[in-house]
Every structure is written in structure tokens, then in C-alpha cells.
T-cell receptor, first 112, second 112 residues
Framework: DAKTTQPPSMDCAEGRAANLPCNHS???????VYWYRQIHSQGPQYIIH???NNETNEMASLIITEDRKSSTLILPHATLRDTAVYYC?????????????FGPGTRLSVLP | DAGVTQSPTHLIKTRGQQVTLRCSPK?????VSWYQQALGQGPQFIFQ???????QRGNFPDRFSGHQFPNYSSELNVNALLLGDSALYLC???????????FGSGTRLTVV
């Protein structure tokens, strides 16, 4: 079972920031938070990941709470092309005996 | 640098038949995982291969089998196809030492 919970759907106006929450209250100390997104009928696309500190890349920012029990993915200026299902996943960084467990994710709709 | 390549992109099979799906991992990746994604759901883990052996398996019957070759490419075989096997089959590769997965675009299998 997925170790994360996310809202099933969210809307965001084009050009505004999209803030996608994720709860992972049972995360262990060495588990990372990963975010992927899946645009209709394509393979999931890596967005960002983090352990403790906030992270930023060219696609998004990841804010992890101090207790690490939740996080927020921020798309600073959402476009119509950001409409997708967003998955939050927690797992250890190495691959030993681990795999990515996907939940149902959050369906983000960016509206014009 | 090519990412993960899957073939074929689409496939139609009849109930009871057998199918083989193929995956070439991203350059530098030696671990391959397979996922099944039914319409409207998140990807479900089937199994993971590295060093040419199945290392971890999800909750799938033994009609689902796989293989990894010395060049790290992989095959997914499904025997005695059922209508319920209709889905998008995703291959993901990663370095054995850890990090995120890179997903292919998937093979859309339709069983009629």
C-alpha cells in the first residue's frame, strides 16, 4: 500500500501557483519524498525529490515540513501543459528491496 | 541520450493468447521494473529485475513472468491473457545504486 495520502483532485488558474499537498505521517528517517506526474496515457515523469530540506529545480519546488510528515509540491506558474496526475511517493533512496508504490495521486486541472 | 524504450506501443490480443513486451533501459541503468496501469488507476508494481534475476515481485499471478538480458534489457511475458489484463504496461529503469526511476511511454495492451 502507498504510504502517502493526497487529495484526489485540484484546480488551478493558469499563471497562478499550484500547491499540491501530500501527507506521509509514517515516513522513516531515511526515506525520501519523490514527486512524479503523468500526463494522459504517457509514462510518469520525474519532477523532484527531497529528504529534509526544501528543494527547487527548473520544474518545481518541494517544501517538506520540519517533522517530515507532510510536503507540498509547488508549480510556481502553472500552464495548461501542467494538467496531469501528480504522484507523491516515499521510499529509501537506494533500490535494495524497494520499489515505487503509487497511490491514486492528485488530478490537477489547470484552467484557462 | 535515449531514455527508456518500450515496444510495441500498442497491441491487441485475444483472450487465452500469450504476449511479450520489451523494454530497453536508459543508458547507465541496470535495474528494470515493470508496472501495470489500469484505466484511471495508479501504476501497480509487477516485478523488478537486476543482475538478470527477479528480485522483488508484487501481487501478480505467475502468468506474469519476465526476463532480463546481459545488456540489461528486459521482457515481460503474460500467458493465458484475460480481459482484465488490458492495461498500460510501463517499464522503469534505475541505477542499482539508487535514485529515481525513469519511465518509458508504455505499451497499451488490449485483450479482446
Amino acid at each position: 500500500d502507498a504510504k502517502t495520502t493526497q487529495p484526489p483532485s485540484m484546480d488551478c488558474a493558469e499563471g497562478r501557483a499550484a500547491n499540491l499537498p501530500c501527507n506521509h505521517s509514517t515516513i522513516s528517517g531515511n526515506e525520501y519524498v519523490y514527486w512524479y506526474r503523468q500526463i494522459h496515457s504517457q509514462g510518469p515523469q520525474y519532477i523532484i525529490h527531497g529528504l529534509k530540506n526544501n528543494e527547487t529545480n527548473e520544474m518545481a519546488s518541494l517544501i517538506i515540513t520540519e517533522d517530515r510528515k507532510s510536503s507540498t509540491l509547488i508549480l510556481p506558474h502553472a500552464t495548461l501543459r501542467d494538467t496531469a496526475v501528480y504522484y507523491c511517493i516515499v521510499r529509501f533512496r537506494d533500490n535494495y528491496g524497494q520499489n515505487f508504490v503509487f497511490g491514486p495521486g492528485t488530478r490537477l486541472s489547470v484552467l484557462p | 541520450d535515449a531514455g527508456v524504450t518500450q515496444s510495441p506501443t500498442h497491441l491487441i490480443k485475444t483472450r487465452g493468447q500469450q504476449v511479450t513486451l520489451r523494454c530497453s533501459p536508459k543508458s547507465g541503468h541496470d535495474t528494470v521494473s515493470w508496472y501495470q496501469q489500469a484505466l484511471g488507476q495508479g501504476p501497480q508494481f509487477i516485478f523488478q529485475y537486476y543482475e538478470e534475476e527477479e528480485r522483488q515481485r508484487g501481487n501478480f499471478p505467475d502468468r506474469f513472468s519476465g526476463h532480463q538480458f546481459p545488456n540489461y534489457s528486459s521482457e515481460l511475458n503474460v500467458n493465458a491473457l484475460l480481459l482484465g489484463d488490458s492495461a498500460l504496461y510501463l517499464c522503469a529503469s534505475s541505477p542499482r545504486t539508487g535514485g529515481g526511476y525513469t519511465f518509458g511511454s508504455g505499451t497499451r495492451l488490449t485483450v479482446v
